[in-house]
C-alpha cells in the first residue's frame, strides 16, 4: 500500500493567518493541504473558494492541496481550482449529474481526481468510473462542521473501499476525512486508510508536531 499522508484541514486553522498556520502545520510534518470547500447549499455550511487556493500558492505553499468541493453543482467551479492550484480535487457523486465528465475534466485540467463518500452513499457510484478516480475520500461524520466524533460504521466501508481498490489493480488513494485523532487513527489504517485528513485534532492543540509525530507513530505500530 502507499505511503500515509497526514492531510491537515485547514477548515480548523485561524483563518486570519490561515498563510502563516499552512507553512507552520508543513514545517510541523503534514504531507497535504486538505482544503474544505463548501457553499452553503450542498452542505449548512460557506467556507474559501478558489482566491485562498491561489494564495496559498502564492504565499509560497508548494505542497499538494487536497481540494475537497462540498458544493453543487461541481463542474462550474472545477476549472478555477485547477487555475488556482489545486492538486487533487475530490466531489461528491449526490453533487454531479454527471460524475465520468466531472472526473475526466479534472484529469484533463492536469489535476487529480477523486469521490467523496458521504456515511450513507454507497461506493457502487465507483462501478464504473474506478479507471478515472485516483482518490477515494470516505467521510467518516457528515459533511459541514470540523470537530464531530469519528462515526464508527466508517471502518467496515474502508475494508470494502480497501478491497475494490486492491481487487481493481488501479493506484487509487484511500482517504478518511471526519474525527480522525491520536486516539483511533492506527485502528483507521488497519482498516484500509493511506491518508488522514485531521483538522481540530491538529489545530486545536497548541503544537502540531507533536500531534503529527504521535499520529505517525500510531501509523507504524498498526498492522
Ligand atoms: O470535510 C470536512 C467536514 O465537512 C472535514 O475535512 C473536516 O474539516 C474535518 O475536521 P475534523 O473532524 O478532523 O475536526
Ligand atoms: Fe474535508
Known sequence: MADNLIAPSILSADFARLGEEVVNVLNAGADIVHFDVMDNHFVPNLTIGPLVCEALRKHG???????????????????DFAQAGASYITFHPEASRHIDRSLQMIRDLGCKSGLVFNPGTPLHYLEHVLDKVDMILLMSVNPGFGGQSFIPSALDKLRQARKIIDDSGFDIRLEIDGGVNVGNIREIKEAGADTFVAGSAIFGKPDYKKVIDDMRAELANAK
Do not use: F
Open 61 to 79: 505553499v508548494t505542497a499538494p492541496i487536497d481540494v475537497h468541493l462540498m458544493v453543487e453543482p461541481v463542474d462550474r467551479i472545477i476549472p
